[in-house]
T-cell receptor
Framework: DAGVTQSPTHLIKTRGQQVTLRCSPKSGHDTVSWYQQALGQGPQFIFQYYEEEERQRGNFPDRFSGHQFPNYSSELNVNALLLGDSALYLC???????????FGPGTRLTVL | AQSVAQPEDQVNVAEGNPLTVKCTYSVSGNPYLFWYVQYPNRGLQFLLKYITGDNLVKGSYGFEAEFNKSQTSFHLKKPSALVSDSALYFCAVRVADSGYSTLTFGKGTMLLVSP
């Protein structure tokens, strides 16, 4: 039973560029949440997708957007990258929006 | 709004000694509480959770945590620490019976177990 997978593992971008991160949920899960973990901080909730719609959003600017596909996989897009966007981005999946979340290994984004 | 406080940036303990990693929370309503562990360059691994029932929760790798409603605390404990327990530990909270499983995390506590 595959767990949550994320790609790529690492990514280096420069300021002003755009980036797309990908997440495949655990088998049987239909909800995907994204978190940002800056260095030395705990993960912070970005948004949650269910039935291909954004259901809940944290305190992140509109530069952060997402998408969920019919197979429940998800993408996180960040436009106009800033140095402060450098972080580990974690994807978590669950069955429905209210059940326990399972986390993927994360994507390390470095913005130069 | 909900929040989690982990008052210690780092906890040092000798192998074989008991360990405690502290966590207090603030939430409107009843809480669901979680502990996760993170090893270098890895994602979050689930340790244990409190949903309801017995205030003492037992989890993976010999860890346990005690829910204290009056003190709004959920401290992580282990009777005998191992060097391999050295890692970053996160406490998290969500509102019970809400429509969303979104978690609010503390900033983390680094546990260092010396041989």
């Amino acid at each position: 039973d595959a767990g949550v997978t994320q790609s790529p593992t690492h990514l280096i971008k420069t300021r002003g560029q755009q980036v797309t991160l990908r997440c495949s949920p655990k088998s049987g899960h239909d909800t995907v949440s994204w978190y940002q973990q800056a260095l030395g901080q705990g993960p912070q909730f970005i948004f949650q997708y269910y039935e291909e719609e954004e259901r809940q959003r944290g305190n992140f600017p509109d530069r952060f957007s997402g998408h969920q596909f019919p197979n429940y996989s998800s993408e996180l897009n960040v436009n106009a990258l800033l140095l402060g966007d450098s972080a580990l981005y974690l994807c978590a999946s669950s069955l429905r929006t209210y059940n326990e979340q399972f986390f993927g290994p994360g994507t390390r984004l470095t913005v130069l | 709004a909900q929040s989690v406080a982990q008052p210690e940036d780092q906890v040092n303990v000798a192998e074989g000694n008991p360990l405690t990693v502290k966590c207090t929370y603030s939430v409107s309503g009843n809480p669901y509480l979680f502990w996760y562990v993170q090893y270098p360059n890895r994602g979050l691994q689930f340790l244990l959770k409190y949903i309801t029932g017995d205030n003492l929760v037992k989890g993976s790798y010999g860890f346990e945590a005690e829910f204290n409603k009056s003190q709004t605390s959920f401290h992580l404990k282990k009777p005998s620490a191992l060097v391999s327990d050295s890692a970053l530990y996160f406490c998290a909270v969500r509102v019970a019976d809400s429509g969303y499983s979104t978690l609010t995390f503390g900033k983390g506590t680094m546990l260092l177990v010396s041989p």
